[in-house]
């Protein structure tokens, strides 16, 4: 195995995607890294063709990998045949984690491989670094490790792209409601039970309410999306309650996010970094309402995180807030609003410092 190159400055990366249409938030952030390398990187399909990746490679220093990407699931060798293929090159391995002991078992057995051929590992929180380290597997991989922040996925456009979805919540607010959200995959560390029972806690104490998921159900062993009706039914929010799917563009987001009061998030972990969903929807200039850290510096490396609660984007409840203490934190945030700053800049800034990192020796 040939060495790999040890300075990161100004190297050239071949960022591995899947072929998927819909993107989870992980891919998301690939493509756009990808896109902000600018000549520096170009996109390569994950598909187990190790002659093409032979060929795409003959320009590049180095490969990047993120995981997990929905798209990749069923793909349970080509990750480890691409960066053994990659090591063999004399290239670097370059493997962003933005998830580890959440992953199934099952799936980090086939992530491992990658983990212990990596010449550098990134990570998209220190909870997440600090899990890692803490396992067998860390003592075989590289001590060449960073966190790097994860900035939002998706962009702000200038013109708003009308949906189906956001006349109806046009035409609800007209009426008067009041429109909670959540904006992301629907899956069960998202918690979105409690957004239903929030919701259904301002409707008991009289305020006419609309809830909506911006997103679409991660599917898996898990009875996500049955579990979902099941709760929406139980709380009887069946006519206040709408799921969008997967939107297509930023546009056609920004059309919906248009129509949101508030968003509201209540991880089991607390805010991390790594929330892109929550960025996003903070970023829209509504505000949104999520239960503070229990990890006391996990947002010590993420300036953008930061400046979101000091203008009041993000107000924080207690880690462990129970619903009538978020559902007065949601009609707080909808009367009180969100100073305004410029989004752009700061998220050009961490672009920028995302960028410094992945460069530094």
């Known amino acids: 195995m040939r060495g790999v190159r040890k300075a990161f400055v100004n190297q050239r990366y071949l960022v591995f995607i ?15 890294l990808a896109q902000h390398f600018g000549h520096r990187a170009k996109t390569h399909v994950l598909d187990g063709d190790l002659v093409a990746l032979q060929k795409a490679l003959a320009d590049r220093d180095a490969v990047i990998f993120n995981f997990p990407i929905v798209g990749w699931k069923p793909k349970l060798f080509s990750p480890a045949l691409a960066a053994l293929a990659t090591r ?5 391995v370059v493997v962003f984690l933005h998830e580890w002991l959440a992953l199934d078992w099952k799936r980090r057995i086939v992530l491992a491989p990658v983990v212990v051929l990596a010449t550098r590992l990134c990570f998209s929180s220190p909870e997440i670094a600090d899990e890692f380290s803490g396992t067998r597997l ?11 922040p994860i900035p939002p996925n998706i962009g ?19 009426m008067g409601r009041f429109i909670l959200a959540q904006f992301g995959s629907i899956y069960p560390k998202k918690q979105s039970d409690v957004v239903l029972k929030v919701a259904a806690h301002l409707i008991d104490e ?35 309650t709408t ?36 960025l996003a929807a903070a970023l829209s200039g509504k505000p949104v309402v999520v239960n503070a850290p229990a990890y ?3 947002l010590d490396h993420h300036g953008l995180f930061q400046r979101l ?24 945030a909808r009367q009180q609003g969100a100073e305004a700053f410029d989004a752009a800049a700061e998220i050009a800034s961490l672009w920028t410092s995302i960028l410094a990192r992945m460069d530094a020796e």
């Open 138 to 148: 860390a003592r075989f991989t590289t001590r060449k490790r960073q966190i790097v």
């Open 18 to 32: 899947s072929e998927a249409a819909e993107l989870c938030g992980v891919e998301a952030f690939t493509r756009l």
């Open 296 to 298: 006391s510096a996990a």
């Open 309 to 332: 609660i000091a203008v009041g984007a993000l107000r924080l409840v207690p880690a462990n807030a129970d619903v009538a203490t978020v559902a007065q934190a949601v009609l707080d």
């Open 206 to 240: 009289g305020h006419d309410v609309g809830v909506v998921f911006i997103g679409s159900f991660i599917k898996g062993q898990d009875r996500v999306e049955e579990d979902f009706e099941a709760a929406v039914h139980s709380l009887d929010l069946a006519n206040r």
């Open 88 to 92: 063999v090159l004399g290239k670097d």
């Open 243 to 278: 799921v969008t799917g997967y939107v297509d563009t930023d546009a056609e987001l920004a059309a919906i996010f248009a129509e949101v009061d508030v968003f509201c998030y209540l991880f089991p972990e607390g805010l991390t970094a790594r929330r892109g969903s929550v």
């Open 156 to 174: 702000s456009p200038a013109v708003p792209e009308t949906t189906e979805h956001s006349l109806a919540l046009a035409a609800q607010r007209r």
